[in-house]
């Protein structure tokens, strides 16, 4: 069984190795055709992903119609998702993973609810948790979260997925899955920007413990379950992303804190999201302080230690 993946950064470029090497043809998409050919030719991703080498069973290619594949991994960063759907009806009937994590700010949807909006024949699906390209292209061991409301498409993507030093964990809430792999990214925006500021260890600490409770608080809102929060999907991807200067939300968030520039080309989804969230929040009525603070941030309303002044003299509450 091959697969297909749309989008040839770090994330779409690692899944394809991890998984051709698990002994399935795999067939790469880039938008770029010069890329497309460099990487069919180096075997590398000297962009996204520099230093792994391309298995002889991945191809990568510009050409849409080489993908032939049932299952599709859509690796774009989500605030693209729309577009690429739309640019390719001829996907719209396959069964396509959402590799991307985020909400989108337009319309504050998630990746499942947008493939559902512009593709309704196709059976959604998301691949979310903690998980660094770099890791995975080394053949790191790394656990994620395969998210999909049918049952039976569910097993047989397990199966096509699973790969030596990736364990793929079946999950029935995608509400969830994709909640908590959005949500995390706002939440590693705050701990980077305190670190960032000097703030310290403990004080990360609270961030990521609250925020885990923000987190939950709008996603049960949502229907998701607690368990999926409380699973690699949430609370791992949170841990992970929260601690790693590897993760670019972490950095991103540092660089603020820190009073730093930080290279607008790198990917942050956690940015667009926090906005995308706390539009949501407010119009549910749903308390995220944190989310509230990190889109203060990026707006230059306040500085760390403002913001994290206005969160500890909010009204006291129980825990
Ligand atoms: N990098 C990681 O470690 C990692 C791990 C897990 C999940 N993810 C998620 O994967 C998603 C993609 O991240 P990434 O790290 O691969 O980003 P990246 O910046 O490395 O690559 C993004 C890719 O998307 C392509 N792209 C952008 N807009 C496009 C469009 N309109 N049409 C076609 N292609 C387009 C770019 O050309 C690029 O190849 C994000 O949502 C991210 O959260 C990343
Ligand atoms: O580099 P980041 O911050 O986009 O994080 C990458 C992954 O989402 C970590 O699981």
């Known amino acids: 069984m091959s697969i297909s993946i749309l989008g040839s950064g770090a994330f779409g470029t690692s899944l394809a190795i991890s998984i051709a090497n698990a002994g399935r043809d795999v067939t790469l998409w880039s938008r770029d055709n010069d890329a497309a050919e460099e990487m069919q030719r180096t075997r ?9 080498t391309l298995p002889y069973n991945v191809t990568v290619t510009s050409e849409l119609s080489a993908i032939t594949d049932d299952t599709v991994l859509l690796a774009v960063p989500m605030q693209q998702l729309r577009s690429v759907l739309v640019a390719n009806p001829s996907l719209h009937n ?8 985020g909400i989108e700010l ?7 609810e947008l493939i559902q ?11 979310t948790g903690p998980s660094f390209a770099a890791d995975i292209a080394k053949g790191l061991p790394t656990a994620l979260t395969l998210a999909c409301a049918d049952a039976d498409r569910l097993r047989d993507l397990q199966n096509q997925l699973m790969a030596p030093n990736l364990r793929i964990y079946r999950s029935s809430d995608p509400v969830g899955a994709e909640l908590g ?3 995390k990214n ?14 310290g260890e403990s004080a990360r600490a609270s961030l990521i413990t609250r925020g885990f409770a923000e987190m939950n608080r709008m996603a049960l809102a949502l229907g998701a379950r607690s368990d ?9 991807d949170l841990i992970l992303t929260c601690t790693s200067t590897q993760s670019r939300n972490y950095s991103f968030g540092f660089a603020l804190g820190g009073g730093q520039d930080f290279d607008p080309s790198v990917t942050v989804e956690g940015a667009a999201t926090a906005r995308a969230t706390l539009n949501r929040a407010d119009a549910m009525k749903i308390d995220m302080p944190i989310t509230r603070m990190v889109v203060a941030l990026l707006d230059r309303k ?6 994290m002044a206005q969160l500890l003299a909010r009204p006291p509450k129980e825990e």
């Open 44 to 52: 590398e991703n000297a962009q996204r992903l520099p230093g792994a």
């Open 94 to 101: 396959r069964t396509l993973v959402a590799c991307c994590k």
């Open 106 to 112: 337009t319309s504050g949807k998630g990746p499942i």
């Open 117 to 127: 909006e512009v593709a309704p024949a196709a059976t959604a699906a998301i691949l």
């Open 181 to 183: 792999g959005a949500l």
């Open 186 to 199: 706002v939440m590693a925006i705050a701990c980077g920007a305190a670190m960032g500021a000097g703030l």
């Open 228 to 236: 999926t929060l409380a699973g690699l999907s949430g609370f791992g």
């Open 302 to 307: 306040l500085d760390v230690r403002e913001a």
